[in-house]
């Protein structure tokens, strides 16, 4: 009797595909390092205080996790997007502080062209109440989180309230360039009792399709 031995049939894997990313957070992070693929060394991470920083890629595997360099500790980790490749990860701290574990949450904006072009600002309300107001006189209702992108060419007025309280939350004008897109981060008020919050405009220029 004659046995035929069949191999099995292996299929290349595909390489997974490169998360493209920049950071920020309100309070830069220092000695922050992470693994942009698997067997390759620590790579630094810069954190800017009014910019969103240098670009990285990383190629796996999941999760990114966000190191202190000092201690070995994870700082902050993220599990892999969903359909998104080119990303501002945003480092939020954790309240309250756990005593073990991540101490940042990151919140992942889809940074691709085709979801924030040029000539629009996006509004990542953190301040803890929905906000109310006007851009460029239109009105303006902001929950907590992320607004999608709103057209507002090359400068965007706004004026904002949280809640039904009438003193103003924010007041502003964000100026764009030709080519440039805006995120304005509204952070809790910098004293307790205040109603003034925080902000922060981070203004790029949207990268080329890869």
């Known amino acids: 009797m ?16 490169p998360l493209r990313f920049t950071v920020f957070a309100a309070k830069p992070l220092e000695n922050i390092t ?10 630094p991470v810069v954190f800017y205080p009014t910019a969103r920083s240098p670009r990285y890629e990383f190629r ?13 500790a ?3 980790e993220l599990a892999a997007p969903a359909d998104t ?20 949450q990151i919140t992942v904006v ?16 953190l301040g803890g109440a929905t906000l109310t107001g006007t ?14 992108p709103i057209a507002v060419g090359r400068s965007a007025k706004l004026v904002l309230r949280a809640g039904s309280a ?25 004293y307790k009792g205040s109603s003034e919050l925080q902000a922060r405009a981070l203004i790029d220029q949207p990268s080329a399709a890869k």
């Open 135 to 148: 851009i460029n006189g239109e009105p303006l209702t902001l929950p907590a989180g992320l607004s999608p």
């Open 74 to 76: 994870v700082v902050a």
């Open 166 to 190: 009438k003193r103003t939350a924010y007041a502003g004008t964000v100026e764009l360039g030709p080519k440039d897109r805006a995120l304005l981060l509204l952070l809790p008020p910098y």
């Open 34 to 43: 992470f693994l942009p693929r698997a067997g390759a060394k620590p790579q």
């Open 110 to 125: 889809n940074a691709t062209a085709a979801h924030h072009a040029a000539g629009q600002i996006a509004i990542l309300n």
């Open 85 to 104: 490749r080119d990303a501002l990860l945003l480092f939020t701290p954790l309240q309250p502080a756990p005593a073990t574990g991540p101490r940042f």
């Open 2 to 17: 004659a046995f035929i031995l069949f191999a099995p049939l292996v299929s290349a894997q595909p390489a997974p595909s």
């Open 60 to 72: 796996g595997p999941w999760p990114l996790r966000f190191v202190d360099s000092t201690s070995g």
